[in-house]
């Protein structure tokens, strides 16, 4: 069975700050997919970036980069320049890339900006 | 984008009557949709995978009895919470995936919070 870890329960930063969010998971897969969900106050799940597990490049998404490390099982997003509107839920998510799979959420990381 | 409307918003209702709540895929077919619930300050806790046109998958220790999932079109999945009681108050939040492969990420609704007197 996978599992998803963030050790980070609340973080806040300063508005147009940089800030890291961190994630490990466990994993026997090798192809597999790694997610990072945003949960504001509204509770709508949004998805914020997306890394394939074969793909070495780590994604992008304006201000929201990754820091995959594979070897390490470790998933970390940098959100740049953050604004009012990151305060929220942050949750890392694992998929494995094999038929009808079902994503596994980590705990979550509060974060909030503050102005 | 891919969007998920999810209905009602909020309910709330007497103990023992049953619930119902849609979630529609209004610009994609989706394959496969999931039903998760969410207790508060907590991470979402998958109940069940549905695929159209058969029977739902239900996660260890989800009542399926209790929570009725149906499937029955491309863009349509429900999920009814039988009897309700207090215990079943809880955020309830529903996603939608086209086609079966991981290539596709899942699209969430705006979620129900449903709250049994």
């Known amino acids: 069975a996978q599992t998803v870890t963030q050790s980070q329960p609340e973080m806040s930063v300063q508005e147009a700050e940089t800030v890291t969010l961190s994630c490990t998971y466990d994993?026997?897969?090798?192809?597999?997919?790694l997610f990072w969900y945003k949960q504001p106050p509204s509770r709508q799940m949004i998805l914020v970036i997306r890394?394939?597990?074969?793909?070495?490049q780590n994604a992008t998404e304006n201000r929201f980069s990754v820091n995959f490390q594979k070897a390490a099982k470790s998933f970390s997003l940098k959100i740049s320049d953050s604004q009012l509107g990151d305060t929220a839920m942050y949750f890392c998510?694992?998929?494995?890339?094999?038929?009808?799979?079902?994503?596994?959420f980590g705990t979550g990381t509060r974060l909030t900006i503050i102005p | 984008g891919a969007v998920v409307s999810q209905h009602p918003s909020r309910v709330i209702c007497k103990s023992g009557t049953s619930v119902k709540i849609e979630c529609r895929s209004l610009?994609?077919?989706?394959?496969?949709m999931f039903w998760y619930r969410q207790f508060p300050k907590q991470s979402l806790m998958l109940m069940a995978t549905?695929?159209?046109?058969?029977?739902?998958?239900?996660e260890q220790g989800v009542e399926k009895d209790k929570f009725l999932i149906n499937h029955a079109s491309l863009t349509l999945s429900t999920l009814t919470v039988t009897s309700a009681h207090p215990e079943d108050s809880s955020f309830y939040i529903c996603?939608?995936?086209?086609?079966?492969?991981?290539?596709?990420?899942?699209?969430f609704g705006d979620g129900t919070r449903l709250s049994i007197l």
């Open positions: 610009d994609f077919q989706a394959t496969t």
């Open positions: 996603s939608a995936r086209e086609g079966r492969t991981g290539s596709q990420p899942q699209h």
């Open positions: 890394q394939e597990a074969y793909k070495q």
């Open positions: 994993t026997s897969e090798s192809n597999y997919y």
């Open positions: 549905s695929n159209e046109g058969s029977k739902a998958t239900y």
């Open positions: 998510a694992f998929m494995r890339n094999f038929g009808n799979e079902k994503l596994t």
